[in-house]
Antibody, heavy 118, light 107 residues
Framework: EVQLVESGGGLVQPGGSLRLSCAAS????????MNWVRQAPGKGLEWVSY????????YYADSVKGRFTISRDNAKNSLYLQMNSLRSEDTAVYYC???????????WGQGTLVTVSS | DIQMTQSPSSLSASVGDRVTITCRAS??????LNWYQQKLGKAPKLLIY???SLQSGVPSRFSGSGFGTDFSLTISSLQPEDFATYYC?????????FGGGTKVEIK
């Protein structure tokens, strides 16, 4: 069974940092591109970042470019999101999702809540 | 950036109703359009990919259509478990973008 489990969320002050992790199991992690998506409270879905299988191709939403860094460790079956210079508008549930290119994102984690507040 | 415009933003319908949600892209995305269902407090669930392909395990009352800039998701006979929020998403180019969502509520 495919599982994606996010962790690392919590309460952080504006300007602070947080590192999210997404542990993958049940599939060959190294064969799939991955994404981070977030959802602010009561709002819609916002794509945050994409990384290909090797980590050589990476994209970010403009809203996080220069502050967030996506990475992966295929040996550990894990995806990461390093979030720096956090702002109140970064408050959201963060999901990792397995990318199947033109076949949509079938598998998502349960999400981890990041709250940026003083 | 490709903007995705969903309509309506919300609708009220009864069990058994036929419901159609539309999604318009600001430029052609050919068939790179996916539909997701999200229930409160849960992760999104993939319903339709590549505009019209039904994800395995999803009931056949869900269908998708469209090409280019105009797409639709249809629920042929609304069931109690279908009351949720639905999102379209383009996977044609980055930044990957979602529609604003359509909340389907019970009439």
């Amino acid at each position: 069974e495919v599982q994606l489990v996010e962790s690392g969320g919590g309460l952080v002050q504006p300007g602070g940092s947080l590192r999210l992790s997404c542990a993958a199991s049940g599939f060959t992690f190294s064969s799939y591109d991955m994404n981070w998506v977030r959802q602010a409270p009561g709002k819609g879905l916002e794509w945050v970042s994409y990384i290909d299988t090797s980590g050589s191709t990476i994209y970010y939403a403009d809203s996080v470019k220069g502050r967030f860094t996506i990475s992966r460790d295929n040996a550990k079956n894990s995806l990461y999101l390093q979030m720096n210079s956090l702002r109140s508008e970064d408050t959201a549930v963060y999901y990792c999702a397995r990318d199947r290119a033109s076949s949509g994102w079938l598998n998502w984690g349960q999400g981890t809540l990041v709250t940026v507040s003083s | 950036d490709i903007q995705m415009t969903q309509s309506p933003s919300s609708l009220s319908a009864s069990v058994g109703d036929r419901v159609t949600i539309t999604c318009r892209a600001s430029q052609s995305i050919t068939i790179y359009l996916n539909w997701y269902q999200q229930k409160l407090g849960k992760a999104p669930k993939l319903l339709i990919y590549a505009a019209s392909s039904l994800q395995s395990g999803v009931p056949s009352r869900f269908s998708g259509s469209g090409f280019g800039t105009d797409f639709s998701l249809t629920i042929s006979s609304l069931q109690p478990e279908d009351f949720a929020t639905y999102y379209c998403q383009q996977s044609y180019s980055t930044p990957l973008t979602f529609g604003g969502g359509t909340k389907v509520e019970i009439k």
